[in-house]
């Protein structure tokens, strides 16, 4: 019986030449009933390797491959009944929930059926168990912020356009829009855009300067020159420039 099992051992497909080997030992120790009882040093001394490669051997023969079985002696690695399973023979049943409780009475270290373990319900919507995120429909927005976000909606869309870009259109004087655009912004963050607009149109409708003496835009809005006095802006206020008299005797 060993011949034939040995050579069953040799015809196994997909294992490393150690596990064969270990396989092939194995067979060779069989009884009648199929089984052998080596020790671990007997067969690390017959395969020529360490103890630790025994063991990683029949880990692989036993958990990957399932050519053996392993009982006795504490169970796992301290195992010494060990059962071939090869092509042809018949695979042990798995045991039911009775058979473990046989196989604790006769002291076998087996591992427990999974119906004895003890789940706690988990409720599917509790999200303190769960940790989930609220929704964000379930997320309240402070007042203050949503009437923020719709003023500042309002106030910078004007027919489409931007608040900066219409009071820029309305300024008599069109030079460095960029820069002007970003004085304009931080005009309005400190008066608002109603001061902004209005002391623009004003000023456009006053202002009877030449192009050349209209203040640039960036410096108008930087220096909130739209809350002057309108008579400021017109030429009759502007003072005369000094004429020094050089012909004076």
């Known amino acids: 019986m060993a011949v034939k099992q040995i050579l069953k051992a040799l015809k196994i497909k997909g294992i490393s030449p150690l596990e064969k080997l270990i396989l092939v030992l194995l067979a060779d120790s069989q009884n009648k009933d199929g089984e052998c009882f ?17 063991f990683r051997a029949l880990d692989a023969l036993e958990d990957n491959h399932g050519l053996i079985t392993r ?19 018949k695979k042990p049943s798995k045991p039911t929930n009775g058979d473990h409780h046989n196989c604790e009475q006769r002291g076998l270290n087996m591992r427990p059926h999974p119906s004895q373990y003890e789940t706690a ?12 995120r609220p929704h964000p429909s379930q997320i309240e927005t402070p007042p203050y912020i949503t009437s923020n976000i719709t003023s500042n ?68 809005f930087n220096q909130d020159r739209f809350l002057d006095d309108e008579a400021t802006w017109t030429k009759a206020q502007r003072k005369p420039q000094s004429v020094p008299n050089d012909f004076d005797f």
């Not at 009982?71 to 023979?89: H, Q």
């Not at 319900?121 to 989930?132: A, E, G, H, M, Q």
């Not at 931007?162 to 912004?185: D, H, M, N, Q, W």
């Open 38 to 54: 080596p020790s671990v040093s007997n067969l690390s001394e017959r395969a020529g390797c360490s103890r630790a490669s025994v």
């Open 71 to 89: 009982s006795g002696g504490g169970g796992g690695r301290e195992a010494n009944t060990f059962k071939l399973i090869l092509e042809g023979d």
């Open 121 to 132: 319900p988990v409720s599917i919507c509790d999200p303190t168990r769960l940790n989930l």
């Open 153 to 220: 909606r309002t106030s910078n869309i004007t027919n489409g356009h931007s608040t900066f870009e219409c009071v820029y259109a309305l300024y008599p004087r069109k030079v460095g829009k960029p820069k002007a655009l970003k004085a304009i912004e931080k005009a309005i963050q400190r008066h608002g855009s109603e001061k902004v607009v209005e002391g623009t149109k004003r000023f456009a409708a006053v202002c009877d300067l030449d192009r050349q003496f209209i203040p640039h835009p960036t410096t108008f």
